[in-house]
């Protein structure tokens, strides 16, 4: 009797709990950002920071680890000056070279961690096809002392070479504090997850689809470099352009202090002693694999420009994709879709434009007008191409 009671109840409450109503499982609180930027590189870190300064909930979605694309394989040279920089891009790259300073201390002092920033500038030789531009911004730049004692281990070309007021910094040490202050100001993060789409209803973003989930917003901010033109429901002429680049250890840590820049290749000093010889440009898609031809090249490029570099270890060879445009310009600001917004295709300068991209963004995303004339680098240009 005991156990037929038993079975009974135990058959009553499986009937109670199979017929109990279910709204606390349908009704659970779905979780919202304000925004959500996709593309935890420097630029979207940056953002968030900027827009978490603003009191906004902050979702950085990353499709690998944040920081190991573009950002972690770029030499560090915040080149704002010379022809090398777009006429369109100076106004923003002299703006981003003057923030970058407090932009630093601040990474370090919330994140506790040294950012190698370095102001010792920057000794540039010409490439023959600047030579009939050269005598003026030579008289304009010119070294500070013979080139022998300014660097005294550089080769003696007898080629003509300027001083520029340049910088550089470790984009890994950046990238690495940028994230620790992100995650100090309560930004979230969810990496290794793959955004397949922006999703749109009633003519405006509310959000994103990953391959995992889909997380709710009402801004949405396409800060996925080379990757940006792969997310609908957009199409942005965005390109992987192929990098490689070489980490040398000299047997002198002192051995070079300025940034070096010159047709053979660059030389990028790091304060710990390496030294960085960079970069190629090329047109590979989404191929990051060394090509063993390649490097040597850049090697001996090196070495013809500072010859102790022979006895120098490799210590490290790799390649980025830098995200690159029709016209070379990044694309920045508002999309045709109320709420989706765009900071890509930085190309060569993403390093060196971070803190005026991640300013002027957070103040559009916040419906405020920048200071710069962002025409240049509107999504529309590309969509009147394209009618």
Known sequence: MYQLLSIRSRVSIISLVRSAPRRVFY???VRTWDAIIVGGGIIGLSLSIALRKRGMKVLVVER???????SHAAAGMLADCGWETPRALQSLATASALMYPEFVLELEDESAMRVDYRSD???????????????????????????????PALAATGRPAVYLKESSVDPRALVAAALQAARHRGVDTSAGDNVTAVNIANGKVEGVTTVKTAFHAPVVVNCAGAWAGQLPPHQFPTRPVKGQILALASRSRGLLRHVVRAPEAYLVPRSDGRILVGATVEEAGFDKRTDADTLHRLQQGAISLLPELANARILEAWAGLRPGTPDGLPILGATDTPGYFVATGHFRDGILLTPVTAHVMAQLVSGEPPPFDLTAFSFARFASRAA
């Open 121 to 151: 500038g920057t000794i540039l030789f010409p490439e023959e096809a600047h030579a009939g531009q050269w005598n003026e911004f030579a008289d304009a730049n010119p070294l500070p002392q013979p080139l022998s004692q300014t660097e």
């Open 64 to 70: 690998g680890e944040p920081g190991r694309e573009a």
């Open 27 to 29: 009704n659970a609180p």
